[in-house]
């Protein structure tokens, strides 16, 4: 286990600056899962902290020991990555004992911990298997296999359950959580599945076009974004945004049907408000906060997503609501949101309450 530590770390592909001036402190035995969007530099970061990748500027500090100009074997890391790069021609016994025997340790302490591990991720059974007798679940599993019996400092996971189906990918996240409770051991984990990230992270780290956007626990990014972006991309459905005026201290939405709102507010410099799917409460128009007509429902058992209409252009916002709520279509539909669950954001998409 150990802390890691990146000072102002900077990486340029030629011209394309793609990490750009890093910083970030990363606790012992943290569970950090970095997010963004595709090409926003999480791989090239995992890989410059392994040491695959060189630095142009910046320091790495493990422990507190500056380890940026070593090689990745000093470093004492072990990455997982998404293809799970087994040895074909090995079994699992093996793939997951390989590192070790290389190392040239004892026969009887190698068995032992092959074993051990093969316990703690469940493949005692499928120890002579080789890799094509195993299903995807099972072959991240050795993957995973192979880095802990390293007894690394810490785990650096890049995507690795990204080419699992929707149900494997569920075992699988459970389990990666099962065993980083039982090993405590430091991770740094890359997905762009943000689900994934607010299950597993003690802090998520969020990053677009090579910088951080925030850092801080799911429930923080969740209930206070610091801007559009990390709102838009923390939650499932997306946050709902809309731009709006403010007039004498009321939110005007730009559209046909809100000619005015109950939305109130004390910054003139609002530019968009925001608000999640689940604050919104459906009641009679004379009580609304905003009018709209709903268009599209979207029934998912537990719940369901009302796709509302209020006048924004090629803007829907989305309701959502238990399943049995019966919501007519193309009525007016009067929606309630309570003064405290708005996010207002300014003309830069910033936060500002
Ligand atoms: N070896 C390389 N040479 C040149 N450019 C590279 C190299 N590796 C990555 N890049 C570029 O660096 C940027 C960041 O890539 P990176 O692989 O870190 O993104 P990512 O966030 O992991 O994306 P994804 O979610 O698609 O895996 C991209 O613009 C990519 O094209
Ligand atoms: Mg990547």
Redesign the pocket.
Known sequence: MASIKLNNISKW?GE?H?IKDINLNIIDGEFIVLV?P???????LLRIISGLEDLESGKILIENKDVTDKIPSDRKLSMVFQSYALYPHMNVFENIGFALKTSGINKEILTQKVNQVAETLKLKLLLNRLPKELSGGQKQRVAIGRAIIREPKAFLFDEPLSNLDASLRIEMRLEISRLHKKLGITTIYVT?DQVEAMTLANRIVVINEGKIIQVGTPKELYNRPKNLFVAKFIGTPKMNVLECTTINGNVYFIDKINKKTNIRCNNKDIQKIGFRAEKIIICETKKASFIGYAKFIEYLGAEQFIYVDVGVKENFVIVKEKPDIKVPLNQKLGLKISQKDIHFFSKNDTRLN
């Open positions: 592909f394309n793609v963004g595709s090409g926003c530099g999480k791989s090239t762009h």
